[in-house]
C-alpha cells in the first residue's frame, strides 16, 4: 500500500526560528515522485518543489530547503528564518501507482508562526 | 498565464438537492483531476481525466457523483441527491501529462455545505 504520514499535527514557532517538517512514504514502487504543497489561509493549495525517486540531492530555494532519504523514506522540509507569512498548512504528497499521476497526501502539518 | 479557477466557490444546498461544479483547468494541460478535503485532512483523489477520457475513479465517488470533461477542456463534477456527509472543499488540479509525473496546479476549490 501507499502512504504519507506527516506526523506533526501543529507546530508553532517565532518569527526567525527555523522549523522541519517531517514527512515518511510507504510505497513499493522503485520509481516515484514526492510532492510538497502550502496552503494557506485563503485555502488554494501551491506547488512548492516536487522529487524524484532517483534524484537524493537536497535542494535549497530561498528560506526552503528540503531532505530526501531514501534510506528512512522521508522527505523532511526546513523553514530557515521564519515569517509569520510562512503560516499555513503543508502538505508532503506521493505520486500513486502507474501512470494515473494521483496524488496521495499526508494529513498536513499546521504551522503557526507568531511574531 | 491564469490559474485553475473553479465556479462557485461556496455552495449551500438542502439534503437530496444535486449540485454541479465547475473547473476551468489551464489551458494547455490535458490532465484535469478531482479531490475531496474534509477539514483537517489532506485531499482524497476523486476522479482524473485525460483530455476527455476519464481513466480512474476512485472508490470514494459513488454512483451519486458523476464527472465529465467534454471537448478535453473544463470539467464539471455532479453530486446527486447530496447527503450531509458530501460536505467538504472540492479542488480540482491540472496538469501535463508527463506519463504522470507533473506536477499539480490547483485551484482555489468549492465549498460544499449540506444542511
Known amino acids: 500500500a501507499q502512504k504519507v504520514t506527516q506526523a506533526q499535527t501543529e507546530i508553532s514557532v517565532v518569527e526567525k526560528e527555523d522549523v522541519t517538517l517531517d514527512c515518511v512514504y510507504e510505497?513499493?514502487?522503485?520509481?516515484?515522485?514526492l510532492f510538497w504543497y502550502k496552503q494557506p489561509p485563503s485555502g488554494e493549495l501551491v506547488f512548492l518543489i516536487r522529487?524524484?525517486?532517483?534524484?537524493?540531492q537536497n535542494e535549497i530555494s530561498g528560506r526552503y530547503s528540503w531532505n530526501f532519504q531514501k534510506s528512512t523514506s522521508s522527505f523532511n522540509f526546513t523553514i530557515t528564518a521564519s515569517q509569520v507569512v510562512d503560516s499555513a498548512v503543508y502538505f508532503c504528497?506521493?505520486?500513486?501507482?502507474?501512470?494515473?499521476?494521483?496524488?496521495?497526501f499526508g494529513q498536513g502539518t499546521t504551522l503557526q508562526v507568531k511574531p | 498565464d491564469t490559474g485553475v479557477s473553479q465556479n462557485p466557490r461556496h455552495k449551500i444546498t438542502k439534503r437530496g438537492q444535486n449540485v454541479t461544479f465547475r473547473c476551468d483547468p489551464i489551458?494547455?494541460?490535458?490532465?484535469l483531476y478531482w479531490y475531496r478535503q474534509t477539514l483537517g485532512q489532506g485531499p482524497e483523489f476523486l476522479t482524473y481525466?485525460?483530455?476527455?477520457?476519464?481513466?480512474?475513479k476512485s472508490r470514494l465517488l459513488s454512483d451519486r457523483f458523476s464527472a465529465e470533461r467534454p471537448k478535453g477542456s473544463f470539467s464539471t463534477l455532479e453530486i446527486q441527491r447530496t447527503e450531509q456527509g458530501d460536505s467538504a472543499m472540492y479542488l480540482c488540479?491540472?496538469?501535463?501529462?508527463?506519463?504522470?509525473?507533473?506536477?499539480?496546479?490547483f485551484g482555489p476549490g468549492t465549498r460544499l455545505t449540506v444542511t
Open positions: 504528497a506521493l505520486n500513486g501507482r502507474g501512470n494515473t499521476g494521483k496524488l496521495i
Open positions: 481525466f485525460q483530455n476527455e477520457a476519464q481513466l480512474e
Open positions: 510505497t513499493r514502487d522503485t520509481t516515484y515522485y
Open positions: 522529487r524524484n525517486s532517483f534524484d537524493e
Open positions: 488540479a491540472s496538469s501535463l501529462s508527463e506519463a504522470g509525473r507533473g506536477e499539480q496546479y
Open positions: 489551458s494547455e494541460h490535458n490532465r
